[in-house]
């Protein structure tokens, strides 16, 4: 019972205290009242929420699998939740660690570890629940807009965010990402992949 998970994970005296619970967007509430609506903003479809406990420190730890429908989606809410702090890389894997878990993103799934103390026993299962979602295989192609920034103009991942909407605050203005631009003074470069030529001209006028 460890939802996307391999047994494997509980190896170092760890174990499942219960079956995986799932939400969805009309549930969401239940879970994370007063976050919900963070989620929502950037695509939320199901949160799966992993219980697992190590008995013989009395250890608890949570696993949060936020599915947000899209890359863009993910890492929207990391970057907001993220708040500026440094980000770590494994295989495609980015997140952010800290003394009780991390958050971070893989593919379209945003997550976010969190246990009851600091422990090095949380030290490792962190590690090791980033390398199973690594192993998942679920990062994919990163979107247009993010590959211009990141791949082709070399803007490191930490300076890239998205928003999905009233983005200058025009309410025609959806789904931009934009880059930090070293170097300068607060300068960013903004990024948007239209459906159609077309659209992209009229946006432009």
């Excluded at 929207?76 to 003394?99: C, D, I, K, L, S």
Aim: net charge negative; aromatic share 12%.
């Amino acid at each position: 019972a460890l939802g996307p998970f391999k047994p494997s994970l509980l190896e170092g005296g760890w174990r499942a205290v219960s079956t995986p619970q799932t939400f969805e967007a009309d549930t969401l509430y239940e879970k994370i009242n007063g976050q919900a609506d963070q989620y929502m903003k950037f695509g939320f479809q199901k949160l799966t929420v992993i219980e697992l406990e190590r008995p013989s420190t009395g250890r608890l730890l949570d696993v949060f699998l936020y599915d947000q429908g899209t890359f863009e989606g993910s890492l929207g809410v990391y970057q907001e939740q993220r708040g500026g702090r440094a980000t770590e890389q494994f295989e495609g894997v980015h997140y952010t660690p800290n003394v009780i878990g991390a958050i971070g993103m893989s593919g379209r799934v945003f997550f976010h570890i969190i246990a009851d103390a600091p422990d090095k026993s949380i030290e490792v299962m962190t590690r090791r629940v980033v390398m199973a979602l690594a192993r998942l295989g679920q990062q994919g192609a990163p979107p247009t807009g993010f590959e211009i920034l990141n791949g082709g103009l070399g803007v490191p991942f930490e300076q890239i965010g998205y928003q999905p909407s009233n983005v200058f605050q025009y309410r025609f203005a959806q789904h931009f990402w934009f880059g930090d631009l070293e170097g300068t003074e607060d300068a960013r470069i903004f990024v948007h992949t239209a459906k159609t030529p077309s659209d992209a001209r009229q946006l432009y006028d």
